[in-house]
């Protein structure tokens, strides 16, 4: 049994900045790859950014340059760095974590970006 735990969201304001955390924790052996995905109102579920086991990322064209995802090995966790936030980016954002050939989802947080 697997449980992805995300860090709070919250409202900021546009041009700002925001982290995101996502910790897996349970039977782990080893995770191949986490990444994040969001969700805004009245759209698909969308990827945001992937970073596999050896540090290969990549990122949706809409946040190349503005967020930077990284992995923490040792313990088993995901970050989302957010910068130049914009209202676009308003969402719930969703931790994935894969490993033994099965997909793990968090529950979603709430980024709001005001204009």
């Known amino acids: 049994q697997v449980q992805l735990v995300e860090s709070v969201g919250g409202l900021v304001q546009a041009g700002r900045s925001l982290r995101l955390s996502c910790a897996a924790s349970g039977s782990i052996f080893s995770i191949n790859t986490m990444g994040w995905y969001r969700q805004a109102p009245g759209k698909q579920r969308e990827l945001v950014a992937v970073i596999s086991s050896d540090s290969r990322k990549n990122y949706a064209d809409s946040v190349k340059g503005r967020f930077t995802i990284a992995r923490d090995n040792a313990k088993n966790t995901v970050y989302l760095q957010m910068n130049s936030l914009k209202p676009e980016d308003t969402a719930v954002y969703y931790c994935?974590?894969?490993?033994?050939?099965?997909?793990?989802w968090g529950q979603g947080t709430q980024v709001t970006v005001s204009s």
């Open positions: 994935n974590a894969y490993m033994e050939n099965y997909n793990y």
